[in-house]
């Protein structure tokens, strides 16, 4: 066994002098590194989470009015969701090429609007703009596919803690990209534009060749490894909430930005040595004698084993076989295979299954995404002041990022240890969302913080719960394709509860106000309503569709208990290769 092994050795020997360059060599094309890689291009695969800080330059430079403005924040989420592109690029190409097009999409479609808001170029046309932030936005898709997916089939016994992991850092991105431009740049929102078009995209390029599939390892306490990479993030996490609120009370000079930004790109590289660490372990099995067994017993095949591989290897049973390869993936549509063996993508975008996690994502996070994009309005139309609304946009930022690890730490907990349905965590996410909108419809005092961390945590919670449940019932075969199709509802949802639900009301609210004052449309710049009543109606709904998703997905657990009960890592074990 491999604890056993691991026992016998001590993984904390040094290296020689002449093995430090084969280990190098070794380090390098390793798993370990490949995930440390992975982790930096998350980090820098955020630039959406931005679009809040220089949207107010894009507003004054070229002159936009406020729903302009909006329909580039559209036209930007809608990039950032639909990734069905990349994922079937990844299909039929490399993961290099797809993290190359990715960085080209990024540094071309925010250098573009760069240009545009320093004057480079002629003042393009809305649409043209509109074309920019979404191929800009569309980028994060192809680092996604090339990072995260390549991960997941990299470490599948851990796929919910590294998930979890990929996607936190992925919410702490914005956070970081800050602390990185106020140092080198300061406070000039255009430079900022520059900084997230050439920065996501030169990390891509650096590690284009590191990211790859490889053959899954049994690696000794696998686990344990995934918990310091947290512990890693949590200290980065913990670090920029502490230095983003102190930004806010006091006027930084440029060396403590400096200085700061230091300790930020430290503990963004702290996972490196934990990634060293853990291939000095590799390095050390690899390096200990094989020990021969003491018996060797050869056991001769019974006959009617025998008989039914000759069976298995006559003409028309391989015929058989080929003709059901040869099916096409429309004959097969209706013959689906188990839960948790490899689905095409028609069996899988067809099955209920994946119906019902659709349903589930269009009432979840298409509600989620409409809380947060309207945070700010509500701390004004409750009467706080703008320093306390950027209040509650940190915690929803930082609070994100913990919804994400937890739920891919805790999920994959309870089916190791319980065999808990992951589902159930996704249900338990979404009543929690649910008591965080009616802290919105029915505010008290102060209320508004506990509802900013319910709505951050549960937002960020949803995704890592949404990937890795496509990947256990699916299965990794066509994953790239998969997990990009199930976060289509996300944008869908957000369009019909934010534009169609929440802003209508939210004006209606605040045209029954200027007739109350005796004011017409026509005599105001911009429509604003203050007061408790003007979300109460809108987040009423939210938290009445929250809770049909999570009925939804409880749905879903009730259909997977039985899959989940039996060892859905057993086949990954049994492929993968024994240090």
Not at 137 to 161: C, D, I, M, Y
Request: glycine share 8%.
């Amino acid at each position: 066994m491999v604890e056993e092994a691991t026992g016998s050795i001590s993984i904390r020997r040094g290296l020689k002098g002449n093995e430090l360059l084969p280990f190098t060599v070794q380090f390098l094309r390793g798993r370990w590194f490949a995930l440390f890689a992975s982790f930096l291009i998350m980090a820098g695969a955020g630039a959406t989470y931005l679009f809040g800080t220089y949207s107010k330059e894009i507003k004054a430079t070229l002159g936009y009015d406020q729903t302009t403005l909006n329909l580039l924040g559209f036209s930007k989420d809608l990039g950032a969701n639909v990734g069905v592109l990349s994922g079937l690029i990844a299909e039929v190409t490399p993961t290099w090429f797809v993290l190359l097009l990715g960085a080209a999409l990024n540094f071309g479609g925010y250098f573009m609007i760069w240009l545009a808001v320093t004057g480079k170029i002629a003042k393009p046309k809305v649409w043209q703009m509109c074309i920019y932030i979404c191929i800009g936005a569309n980028s994060q898709n192809f680092a996604n596919t090339g990072a995260l997916v390549t991960s997941v089939k990299n470490f599948p016994e851990s796929r919910g803690n590294m998930l979890g992991l990929l996607k936190g850092y992925t919410g702490l991105s914005g956070a970081v990209m800050t602390q990185i431009y106020l140092a080198v740049y300061g406070n000039d929102s255009k430079s900022l534009i520059l900084l997230i078009g050439w920065l996501p995209a030169a990390i891509s390029i650096i590690f284009v060749y590191t990211i790859r599939t490889m053959r899954p390892v049994r690696h000794p306490n696998e686990k344990r490894v995934f918990y310091h990479f947290l512990f890693a993030s949590i200290a980065l996490a913990v670090f920029l909430m502490a230095i983003t609120l102190a930004e806010k009370l006091v006027t930084f000079s440029r060396a403590e930005y400096a200085g700061a930004t230091t300790v930020v790109c430290f503990l963004v590289f702290a996972p490196l040595f934990i990634s060293i660490r853990e291939e000095l372990v590799v390095w050390n099995i690899k390096k200990q004698p094989i020990n021969p067994p003491t018996e060797i017993t050869v056991e001769k095949p019974q006959p009617e084993i025998v008989q039914s591989k000759q069976e298995a290897s006559e003409p028309g049973s391989s015929k058989q076989a080929d003709e059901k390869e040869e099916k096409s993936c429309f004959l097969t549509i209706f013959d689906r295979p188990d839960r948790g063996d490899d689905y095409t993508i028609l069996q899988a975008l067809t099955s209920i299954d994946m119906l019902i996690l659709f349903l589930a994502t269009f009432c979840g996070l298409g509600s989620s995404l409409t809380a947060v994009d309207n945070l700010g309005q509500i701390g004004e139309s409750l009467g706080y002041p703008n320093r306390t609304v950027t209040s509650f946009v940190s915690l929803v930022s930082i609070w994100n990022y913990f919804g994400r690890v937890f739920s891919g730490f805790v999920s994959e907990s309870l089916i190791v240890r319980y065999k808990l349905p992951r589902p159930l965590m996704m249900t338990m996410v979404l009543l929690l969302a649910c008591i965080g909108y009616l802290l919105v419809a029915f505010p008290a005092p102060g209320s508004i913080y506990i509802a900013s961390i319910i709505i951050g945590f549960s937002f960020g919670a949803q995704l890592p719960l949404l990937f890795a449940i496509i990947s256990e019932l699916f299965g990794l075969k066509y994953y790239s394709t998969l997990f990009n199709c199930g976060q289509l509802a996300s944008p869908l949802g957000s369009y019909i509860f934010n534009v169609k639900l929440t802003g209508f009301l939210y004006d209606r609210e605040a045209l029954k106000d200027l007739a109350e004052k005796g004011l017409t449309r026509s005599s105001v710049k911009e429509l604003t309503c203050i007061g408790t009543h003007c979300y109460r109606l809108p987040f009423i709904v939210l938290a009445s569709v929250t809770f049909f998703g999570a009925l939804s997905s409880l749905i879903l657990v009730v259909r997977t208990r039985k899959f989940y009960k039996s060892d859905i890592y057993k086949k990954f074990r049994e492929n993968a290769e024994t240090l």
